[in-house]
């Protein structure tokens, strides 16, 4: 905890502001799309998502892979991990500008959980969603929301991240990586996923200041060669690999 609020105040000593920003990709993207007023607000099938998940009092054993020692049993209620694990008011936000806004089709999320951001990026149009979640009682949680709200759109693969990952061919517009917030995983997910980007594509690496290690990963990352535009938004490392632009790092308050 306290690592994170040390990390906050040097992030806001950090960043900066659209006028000291001269990319013009990322000029763009701020002010065309990031703070755009348009396209922000919940979507109605996001909204029943919400009632259905925030009032869920059934308990399910989770198994998370990703913990740094290893497996990891748990008793939680669904309305719990629907409160706790599940994406952010603004990162939600920011997903549903995003999305159009890049013209982005094809998605991978690594770890759905119950499924809260999954249904976001699959509510917005003309998306489809590969969603992977090691956890087996957390992904038949999330096809069963999924199937209520009807959503054909998302696909859900019950496997750890690095057997989808040798085993996939398909490449995304967008990778959505919250799950195995750890040094090792992360680097090993990042180099499998490699192979399955483009030079359009954008990686968003969820809760780089969870801890030391994930800020240390994040570093390592940024420093890629195949990475050209990071950008450090506090919650979210956004990598971009674009080769028309050159190497640039941002730091940004959104
Ligand atoms: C923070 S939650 C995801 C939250 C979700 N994206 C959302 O916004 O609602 C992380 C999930 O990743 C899963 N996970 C972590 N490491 C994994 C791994 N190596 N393989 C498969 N699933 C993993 C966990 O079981 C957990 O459900």
Not at 70 to 85: E, P, Q, V, W
Request: with cysteine; glycine share 6%; net charge positive.
């Amino acid at each position: 905890m306290w690592y994170q609020v040390k990390s906050y105040l040097l992030f806001l000593w950090r960043s900066k502001n659209k006028h000291s920003v001269h990319s013009p990709f990322i000029f763009d993207l701020l002010t065309k799309c990031i703070r755009h007023k348009s396209n922000g607000d919940i979507t109605a099938t996001e909204a029943k998502f919400d009632a259905l998940a925030s009032k869920d009092n059934r308990s399910i054993q989770v198994t998370d892979l990703g913990a740094g020692s290893g497996y990891m049993g748990d008793n939680r209620t669904l309305s719990a991990i629907f409160k706790i694990a599940g994406i952010k008011k603004k990162q939600r936000t920011l997903l549903r500008k995003l999305i159009p806004y890049l013209e982005i089709r094809q998605i991978l999320e690594l770890g759905t959980s119950v499924g809260k951001a999954t249904v976001t990026m699959a509510n917005v149009s003309k998306t489809s969603v590969v969603t992977v979640e090691g956890c087996t009682n957390t992904a038949h949680i999330a096809q069963e929301y999924f199937d209520q709200l009807e959503l054909k759109n998302i696909e859900v693969y019950n496997k750890p991240f690095n057997q989808f990952l040798s085993s996939n061919t398909q490449s995304f517009d967008l990778v959505y990586l919250d799950g195995g917030h750890n040094k090792e995983q992360t680097l090993a997910n990042f180099e499998g996923l490699l192979p399955l980007i483009h030079n359009n594509s954008l990686i968003l690496l969820d809760d780089i200041y969870w801890s030391p290690q994930m800020t240390e990963v994040w570093q390592l990352l940024c420093q890629h060669p195949r990475v050209t535009v990071s950008i450090d938004s506090y919650n979210w490392g956004w990598l971009f690999f674009r080769k028309e632009q050159p190497k640039q790092h941002f730091v940004l308050r959104l």
